[in-house]
């Protein structure tokens, strides 16, 4: 089992930025890949960000490359997503999700193990 515990979601301005956290414990962190999702009011989860454990290879969604970056820290057994450039298109609940697999994957489906999500809120 692997437990992820998100932080760092709140309400900021279009522009401004936040850096989520995800703790994980449990099983060996560094084996996983980690993935953002995110899920706004009335729509699907969607892929956000991901990082692989075996060489640190990251993936985003068209909406976000430029604006955010995703980065693990295995010896703290943590992976933060650093968001700038904020708009109000950004306001969701982002999860954080875990995945033993060789590669990092799109679909939520692939992804054994979630947090409880952060709420992030962009004012215009």
């Known amino acids: 089992q692997v437990q992820l515990v998100e932080s760092g979601g709140g309400l900021v301005q279009a522009g401004g930025s936040l850096r989520l956290s995800c703790a994980a414990s449990?099983?060996?962190?560094?084996?996983?890949?980690m993935a953002w999702f995110r899920q706004a009011p009335g729509k699907e989860r969607e892929f956000v960000a991901a990082?692989?454990?075996?060489?640190?290879?990251?993936g985003y969604a068209d909406s976000v490359k430029g604006r955010f970056t995703i980065s693990r820290d295995n010896a703290e057994n943590t992976v933060y997503l650093q968001m700038n450039s904020l708009k109000p298109e950004d306001t969701a609940r982002y999860y954080c999700?875990?995945?033993?697999?060789?590669?990092?994957?799109?679909?939520?489906?692939?992804?054994?193990?979630w947090g409880q999500g952060t709420q992030v809120t962009v004012s215009s």
């Open positions: 449990g099983r060996t962190f560094s084996r996983y890949n």
């Open positions: 990082i692989t454990w075996r060489t640190a290879r990251t």
């Open positions: 999700a875990a995945d033993s697999g060789l590669q990092y994957s799109h679909y939520d489906l692939a992804y054994e193990y």
